[in-house]
């Protein structure tokens, strides 16, 4: 029996006794997100297809029930994905070989995206004064295990996730995760990393079917919040993570501060195995080989009047690229520099970056907002030495804050990305995404 029958089981088999709980239906929350989405990617320069475009509906519905009474408390939450193709084109899919699972946005059969795509995800919940128990769908965000929301129906995980804040201050986490459901995807696969899921090829790639994790996070004052994050992939790697996080009021405005350094190291086979090996350099030619990654981030913005400027720099150090979960079909972490279209996280890359947000709020528009962001990455190992990559990010954003049309959404986000990598394309892509939230409960 899978997470998500099991789930549905045990949630199914309480409630039918405690339907009538008061807090159950009283608590309860449902809501139906609107997502249309639209991509275009120019790929520049060397082979292959030069442009990828998608277009697409998205409905996300989502039901959170409150909690039956008692010293037990139990509850079922439940989250439906439906996505609907618009436009796309063997040619421009991002899938035109048809060796891939799917394309741009869309699962594909054969070269062709689908015209539509479904799943649907439930979790039992169990919980015990300031102790809750999840198990089934998961859409974990912590530094470890990052959730991705990029494309037209976001990702998810299987598996139990326990949370608890027993104690003053303090936020305990822990879970296990056996698959993952890809965002152009409707089914649950196991989980790889960069280099040993063979890109699109998943018929050459190794996987792995658990992920552990757990942390805590304490605030040490109001304005100082240090964490502490254990990831670890079976047969792939381990990850350890330490954090602060400092809100200073300067003058009319807060610096916040954002302190992080991840230490990743081999697990398992792939400390001895070739096909769980990862990417980075290791040295003449070689560019595959056992996870060796020290990552520090330090990431500055000061917000005042509206106006946010941001500054930060990033640093990794090892021979091997910085892991995370990616089974190659689209993937985020939590590193400050995970962008729209690179990471910024290669072996010896060093990478400073500038930011700057505005809140037209302030000058009587609400819902208005715009960020601009520029990185600049340097000393990327390679076997043709140190190799350098840019990203330029915007995006103009517009949320209707009030009337008949409120929480109607439109965004632009527009990228562009160099790089003198050998075999690497520079992009630049556009996205355009109409969003609409309507509360069911």
């Known amino acids: 029996m899978n997470k998500s029958t099991l789930a549905l089981a045990v949630a199914v088999g309480v409630l039918a006794q405690q339907a009538g709980a008061a807090g159950f239906i009283e608590?309860?929350?449902?809501?139906?997100?609107?997502r249309n989405f639209y991509i275009n990617t120019d790929n520049r320069d060397g082979a292959g297809a030069n442009k990828n475009e998608e277009w697409g509906q998205g409905f996300d519905l989502r039901f959170i029930s409150g909690y039956t009474q008692g010293t037990v408390q139990f509850g079922v939450d439940a989250i439906g994905l439906y996505g609907v193709r618009l436009d796309s084109s063997p040619a421009t899919s991002g899938n035109s070989s048809g060796t891939a699972s799917g394309g741009t946005v869309f699962p594909s059969d054969?070269?062709?995206?689908?015209?539509?795509?479904?799943?649907l995800g439930v979790t039992g919940k169990v919980k015990i004064s300031q102790t809750e128990l999840k198990v089934g769908t998961l859409m974990p965000?912590?530094?470890?295990?990052?959730?991705?929301?990029?494309?037209?129906?976001?990702?998810?995980?299987?598996?139990?996730?326990?949370?608890s804040n027993e104690f003053k201050d303090l936020t305990l986490t822990a879970g296990q995760v056996e698959a993952v459901k890809g965002r152009n995807s409707s089914n649950n696969e196991n989980m790889s990393i960069a280099g040993a899921n063979a890109g699109s090829n998943y018929d050459k790639g190794v996987f792995s079917n658990k992920f552990y994790y757990g942390g805590a996070d304490y605030k040490v004052t109001k304005?100082?919040?240090?964490?502490?994050?254990?990831?670890?992939?079976?047969d792939f790697y381990s990850q350890n993570f330490l954090g602060l996080v400092h809100n200073w009021g300067i003058g009319p405005g807060v610096l916040k501060s954002d302190?992080?350094?991840?230490?990743?190291?081999?697990?398992?086979?792939?400390?001895?195995?070739?096909?769980?090996?990862?990417?980075?350099?290791?040295?003449?030619k070689t560019v595959k080989g056992k996870v060796d990654n020290d990552l520090y981030s330090y990431l500055a913005l000061y917000s005042v009047e509206g106006h946010t400027f941001g500054a930060g720099y990033q640093y990794t150090k090892g021979d091997s690229d910085f892991p995370w979960l990616n089974q190659g079909d689209g993937s985020s972490n939590s590193t400050i520099t995970d962008m729209q279209i690179q990471k910024f996280a290669r072996a010896g890359e060093r990478t400073w970056q500038a930011r700057y947000g505005y809140d037209f709020a302030k000058i009587g528009v609400p819902g208005l907002t715009a960020n601009l962001i520029y990185l600049r990455g340097n000393?990327?190992?390679?076997?043709?030495?140190?190799?350098?990559?840019?990203?330029?990010?915007?995006?103009?954003?517009?949320?209707?804050?009030?009337?008949p049309l409120k929480n109607l959404?439109?965004?632009?986000k527009n990228a562009m990305?160099?790089?003198d990598l050998a075999n690497t394309r520079s992009q630049d892509e556009n996205r355009l995404i109409v969003s609409y939230s309507i509360p069911l409960l």
């Open 141 to 163: 965000n912590n530094p470890v295990i990052k959730y991705n929301d990029g494309r037209l129906l976001p990702q998810t995980f299987q598996g139990e996730a326990i949370t």
């Open 417 to 419: 990305w160099r790089t």
């Open 409 to 412: 959404g439109v965004a632009w």
């Open 27 to 34: 608590d309860s929350k449902a809501t139906l997100g609107l």
């Open 223 to 234: 304005d100082l919040t240090a964490s502490y994050y254990y990831g670890e992939l079976k």
């Open 379 to 403: 000393n990327i190992d390679t076997p043709l030495g140190e190799k350098t990559e840019w990203e330029r990010d915007l995006t103009i954003g517009y949320v209707i804050p009030e009337g």
């Open 110 to 119: 054969g070269n062709r995206a689908v015209h539509d795509f479904a799943s």
């Open 259 to 284: 302190l992080r350094y991840y230490r990743s190291r081999d697990n398992g086979a792939n400390g001895d195995t070739a096909a769980y090996y990862t990417s980075g350099y290791y040295g003449g």
